[in-house]
């Protein structure tokens, strides 16, 4: 398609899912499955880098139209590789691993991004700075940018994706209500900033190793779905939707009182009565020896 069909169907679908003028987004995006303009490659990797240029700059733009001046976009900037002992970040200069957009917005002009070494957060527009700056060590919880997101009334946006995929921010509720399946743990890496050094503890939610679940949200999507607190637009067979907050927040809580594994893929017991704390012989790292109960 041309890029004006490209265009009318984009605003369309961000019309249907009530996205207006000073909305404040976070953005979840399959690009391969949303509505673009047909740019022509030659078969060489610089021309297929320049079309997907454009692809993120049409993208971009339709999105900061869409919600004007006073309007904010979040992007996760997530860097996962530099959860190894060791690391050595630089938010400058880190890569975005959670898809090409992310790597072409945090790049942007006046884009600015969350300190943490794993789960940082890109953002431009009114109130980036309120919600990416100033936060604390920890990806989760109290003082990170998540826990600012019901001030400034964040809507979920998720482009050719479905929200129960990239809804990170369920780890934020997860910690708020304290479940036993995760734990925050510190990883040994050092940060940098503006090429000076950060000393802090930096730690995150995370599953326990050799334990085989996941996290699965359809639980969350369906409450959403069920309680009419979702919008959704299909094109092209592809999903997208849109939830805000306050109703994430609500449906989440609800569903972790009723069950705190609501977000993982299988039920199972972690017997913390009969689990050991021992020091490894090659480093100071602890390792957790879990009993596990099958239910």
Request: with cysteine; proline share 1%.
């Given at each position: 398609m041309n890029n004006i069909?490209?265009?009318?169907?984009?605003?369309?679908?961000?019309?249907?899912?009530?996205?207006?003028?000073?909305?404040?987004?976070?953005?979840?995006?399959?690009?391969s499955k949303i509505p673009l303009p047909l740019y022509k490659a030659d078969l060489n990797i610089s021309s297929f880098r320049e079309r997907e240029e454009k692809w993120h700059s049409f993208v971009l733009n339709i999105l900061l139209e869409q919600i004007g001046t006073n309007g904010t976009l979040l992007v996760p900037a997530y860097t996962y590789s530099y959860s190894k002992p060791g690391s050595i970040y630089n938010?400058?200069?880190?890569?975005?691993?959670?898809?090409?957009?992310?790597?072409?917005?945090?790049?942007?002009?006046?884009?600015?991004?969350?300190l943490h070494p794993i789960f940082s957060i890109a953002g431009v527009g009114k109130h980036a700075a309120d919600i990416l700056t100033f936060n604390s060590t920890n990806a989760f919880g109290l003082g990170s940018p998540f826990s600012r997101f019901e001030k400034f009334n964040v809507k979920f946006l998720c482009l050719g994706i479905e929200l129960r995929k990239p809804l990170t921010y369920i780890h934020h509720l997860e910690q708020n209500f304290g479940?036993?399946?995760?734990?925050?743990?510190?990883?040994?890496?050092?940060?940098?900033?503006?090429?000076?050094?950060?000393?802090?503890?930096?730690?995150?939610?995370?599953?326990?190793?050799?334990?085989?679940?996941?996290?699965?949200?359809?639980?969350?999507?369906?409450?959403?779905?069920?309680?009419?607190?979702?919008?959704?637009?299909?094109?092209?067979?592809?999903?997208?939707?849109?939830?805000?907050?306050?109703?994430?927040i609500e449906a989440g809580y609800k569903l972790l009182m009723r069950d705190s594994l609501s977000f993982v893929n299988r039920k199972f017991k972690l017997n913390f009565d009969d689990m050991n704390i021992h020091n490894n012989d090659t480093d100071d790292n602890c390792h957790l020896i879990i009993t596990l109960n099958n239910l």
């Open positions: 069909d490209a265009t009318i169907i984009f605003k369309n679908i961000l019309n249907d899912l009530n996205i207006c003028l000073g909305d404040c987004i976070m953005l979840g995006i399959d690009m938010s400058d200069h880190a890569k975005s691993e959670v898809g090409s957009f992310t790597e072409y917005f945090r790049k942007q002009p006046n884009v600015i991004r969350s479940v036993y399946h995760r734990f925050n743990k510190r990883f040994e890496v050092e940060v940098y900033d503006q090429n000076k050094k950060i000393e802090a503890d930096w730690t995150a939610l995370v599953a326990y190793k050799g334990i085989d679940y996941k996290s699965d949200l359809t639980s969350l999507q369906n409450e959403l779905i069920s309680s009419n607190k979702i919008k959704e637009k299909l094109w092209n067979s592809n999903n997208n939707q849109m939830a805000e907050v306050s109703d994430v």
